[in-house]
């Protein structure tokens, strides 16, 4: 478990980060997202024990990374956005390194093997760092943070210099990692925190101003809270069909898309799901519904209102 609490950190007169606090329980993985500069790689580099804070404490499973660095760094697996590599070192010879600089006790050959398979760089285990494309260097970097097997992994842009594949592979890695340990992902890439984080960090000039999931930020943020569904259909029957069901406020008709189907915008109760029983009452009917979308924020409109200029509640600051 991550713990921080009113963590602070100045330079000089500049608040880098400003009394912040927010938790990563064990199995979790938490999005921390922000813009540059606004103190995401200063918190990420006080809870890796690289600077100090000027005030607060970060707790890595219990330990004070101030009062027992060593203690609490040997918890911590960290991949940095510009991974610590050796390039005259071959990938063996780098992870035989770090295994003894983490004074690792698992049994080395067993451990390593098992890390190379599980980032699939067994097959360059041989080569030089340097001959290795960005990606395997990528690879190699996430390797040694898991050297050691620590309860707390924390990732900056991790997915940096991948191709397709190999990102939807270390995002399959990292949602499987997330199940034994407690995983911080910083990255820039808003599709891949919302594919692999459970909940979500917003900091911005120094303070969090968000700290959720996904979809109550969504719906925090939302004016509305709108489900619209195309569906092919009498109109009249559908609109009828759509008041009817329970929790259903109001009901507005769009635009026509061919030979009898609308566009339907539907308001429910805040706090309800009504897609299940629309589904099932138009099957019933003989309705096709041919698209269902909420209006409800994406990712990437939650992290812009957050980041210029709007509350939690969607209104200014």
């Known amino acids: 478990m991550i713990e921080v609490q009113n963590l602070s950190k100045h330079y000089g ?8 606090s927010f938790k990563a ?11 540059n500069g606004a103190g995401k790689s200063t918190t990420m580099n006080i809870l890796t024990g690289y600077i100090s804070s000027t005030s607060g404490k ?3 499973d219990g330990t004070d990374i101030l ?15 510009l991974p610590p590599l050796y390039l ?3 990938v063996k010879e780098y992870l035989n390194f770090i295994y003894d600089l983490k004074k690792c006790k698992l049994p080395r050959n067993t451990h390593l093997k098992d890390i190379c398979n599980l980032v699939k760089i067994d097959h360059v285990y041989k080569r030089l760092i340097k001959n290795l494309s960005k990606g395997y260097k990528q690879r190699v970097g996430l390797a040694q943070a898991l050297v ?14 991948l191709d397709p594949k190999q990102i939807i592979e270390i995002r399959t890695l990292i949602k499987k990692l997330g199940r034994n340990h407690t995983v911080i992902l910083s990255s820039h890439i808003l599709s891949e925190v919302q594919a692999v984080c459970d909940k979500i960090i917003v900091i911005n000039e120094g303070k969090i101003v968000a700290d959720d999931t ?6 925090k943020l939302s004016s509305d809270h709108k489900l619209i569904v195309r569906i092919e259909g009498d109109q009249k029957k559908v609109t009828d069909l759509i008041d009817s069901l ?8 769009g635009a026509k898309h061919g030979d009898d189907c609308w566009e339907y915008r539907i308001e429910s109760k805040e706090g309800t799901d009504i897609r299940r029983d629309l589904f099932i009452h138009c099957a019933q009917k003989g309705f096709v519904i041919l698209e269902m979308r909420s209006s409800e924020l994406s990712l990437e409109d939650i992290f812009l209102r957050l980041t210029m200029g709007k509350s939690i509640d969607g209104g200014e600051d």
């Open 13 to 20: 007169d500049k608040k880098a980060v400003d009394n912040i």
């Open 25 to 35: 329980e064990d199995g979790e993985i938490l999005g921390f997202l922000g813009p």
């Open 58 to 60: 970060a707790l890595i």
């Open 67 to 81: 009062e027992d660095p060593i203690k609490a760094k040997s918890k911590i697996g960290y991949l940095p956005e």
């Open 88 to 90: 005259d070192m071959t």
């Open 148 to 161: 050691g097997n620590p309860n707390v992994l924390i990732l900056d842009e991790p997915t940096v210099g």
């Open 214 to 219: 996904e979809d109550n930020l969504s719906r």
């Open 246 to 253: 329970a929790n259903v406020e109001k009901v507005d008709i």
